[in-house]
């Protein structure tokens, strides 16, 4: 057993708290705002009126928060409020310069620090099957890799400080840019009169397939799980994969890669949030490039 600090307990960090607290950690936890942190105490996390309540004789502590400038703020009241030795896991999605900056801030400290981003979503989230993405060195990687287990089902070391977050960002261009060309191609199939189903047994078993149509595809009927099945209800927001899509192009533009699909993507998603959709699936972009958008 473990004397863990939680940071952050919204949609994501609360049933990630949830599972620490199932694997047998004492899990100490502190939001901003009191709904959250009431509803954690639920599930047997303990809620503290501020962050150095919660990090009080933690020997681990994790942030799940929305941006980088939560992040680096968090990590440095974290860093003058815990001992040199403590680990220190930010699971949020930011971007690399704000995910180096709070290494900085920990080694100066003299604290072992991994940046840790998830795919998986909500739903991985609860069930504890969540992918971890990790950059910081390998002791850092060893120490956090047991608590990483109790909350997900795979995790992958893929580099020094920032490589979780790069990971990450690349992998979520690829889901943005390949959502948009299979709702591209349903679009067009229903133009031409093929049937859902038709279109999804042929490209879901030959080179057309992929996560975006596999998985989640985006019309409702051949995956019954996927959003289209529920009024594109969330799943993943179009407003999370915006985020992502912009901090691709933000890490594109400064490391000089080229990533003019990627820079598509993110202006498509611009306009779909525009419309109003920023809270619906990512997968109902569909209805604005059938032109049908009704948000
Ligand atoms: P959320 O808004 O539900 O939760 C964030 C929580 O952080 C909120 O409860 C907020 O009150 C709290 N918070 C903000 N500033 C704080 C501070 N200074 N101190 C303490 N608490 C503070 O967001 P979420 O959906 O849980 O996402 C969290 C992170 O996970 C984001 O970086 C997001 O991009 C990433 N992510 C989300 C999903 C998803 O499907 N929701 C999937 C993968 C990754």
Redesign the pocket.
Known sequence: MTQIAF????????PMAANLVKAGHQVAG????EA?LKATAEIGVKPCGT?SEAVQSAQCVIT????GA?VL??WRDLVAAVPAGTLLID????DIDSARGAHDLAEQAGCLSLDA??????GGASAGTLTFMAGGIEAAFAAAEPFLASMGARIVHCGGAGAGQAAKICNNMILGISMIGVCEAFALGEKLGLSHQALFDVASTSSGQCWSINTYCPVPGPVPTSPANNGYK?G??AA?ML??LLLAQEAALASGASTPLGAEAAQLYGLFEKQGNAGRDFSAIIEMLRGTSVS
């Open positions: 940071i952050g307990l919204g949609n994501m960090g609360g502190f939001d901003l705002s959250v962050l799940m928060l929305p941006k939560h703020s968090v699971c949020s999605t930011v981003p998830v795919s998986g979503g909500t969330p993943f927001a999370l985020k992502d």
